[in-house]
């Protein structure tokens, strides 16, 4: 194997780890989601759903990109912002819970509106 396929290689398997090591192992992994609080199964539906839509087809255009890359990240704060809110009782944390949805909304249609704005001329 060449030295930059390797490295490729590598690169890969050390991206894929944190994943893996976060999902549970046969009746072991299901039993242990079974007994998570409702809060942790919303939480962890919301990022595995915020990661698959996240990847995006990349066009080379680091604008499109960050924006169409974007959208997704920040739905999925949107997502844990309202699990918060359904879960969490901390004042502090659900201000910022709700600021944060505030926040993400507005991005989202900045985003939007960038990409409908520069969309690539039909073919």
Partial sequence: MTRPALAALLALTSLATPAFAQQGHGAHGAARQANEPASTREFRAA????????AIRWTGNADR???AA???HHQGA???ARIQLRHGTDPEMRRLAEEIIRAQEAEIAQLRAFLARTAPPAR
Avoid at 47 to 54: L, Q, V
């Fill in 47 to 54: 990022n595995d759903r915020m990661h698959r839509d996240m």
């Fill in 65 to 67: 990109d960050f924006a």
């Fill in 70 to 72: 974007m959208i997704p």
């Fill in 78 to 80: 949107i997502e844990m």
